[in-house]
């Protein structure tokens, strides 16, 4: 099956399309602007091995350029906020508020000759991203923010071997937990960086042409 996806990647990148959005927003711009609370990108295997979700596990042992990632957010997650941001929301960063202060220990080794060398461990606490959803809404709406913003990225079965990648982004209301908008991008997995960073594009591109359209820089969709 490794090898399969592998190769399926391969043949993908001489035929690929540019993705195109689906986008749903409401009419009016009540949800074009504010304080969200942004959550990291998570990745969901829908009948394929979960070691799709992983590019450092599934292309362990393979030669690479360049040392991949555990999970698809580091190449999503940048894009995705540089267009929000030029939407004009004022980004909370979920990933980076720790809900305990880290522990910080200081150590010293003294040698029989007199010599001695010291030592820091750090240890850091959970963060808001590793709550559950009612948590995250408690904090979201502590902190004054109208909206949660949660990205899902799911690999599936393209048929012939091939396999699919679908970035799902939405904006969630904090009080009543309703989806204010929805914006998709999907195509057939191009690579392992290539895929998630054009749909990261791709859906960026979309809510910009839906809340922001004189921000938006080329083809909207």
Known sequence: ????????????????AAPH?????????????????????????????????SPVTLTAGQPTLTPLPAS???????????????AGYTLAEGAAMRLETGARTDGQTVYGDGASSSSTAVTTGPTVADLPPGDVRAVARSLGLGGIVTSTFTISPAGFGEIRADLVVTLWD??????????RC????????ET????ANCVG????AALAPGNLIGEAL
Do not use: H
């Open 186 to 193: 999907g195509e057939r997995m191009y690579g392992y960086r």
């Open 72 to 86: 698809y957010a580091v190449y999503v997650d940048p894009t995705l906020r540089l267009k929000l941001e030029f």
């Open 205 to 208: 591109n979309g809510v910009l």
């Open 174 to 183: 904090v009080d009543s937990s309703a989806s204010r908008w929805i914006v």
């Open 21 to 53: 959005a689906i986008v749903q927003v409401p009419p009016g711009d009540e949800y074009a602007a504010g304080a969200v609370l942004v959550m990291p990108t998570t990745c969901v295997p829908d009948g394929v091995m979960p070691e799709l979700c």
């Open 1 to 16: 099956m490794r090898g399969l996806a592998v190769f399926a990647l391969a043949l993908a990148a001489c035929v690929q």
């Open 196 to 199: 998630p960073l054009r749909l």
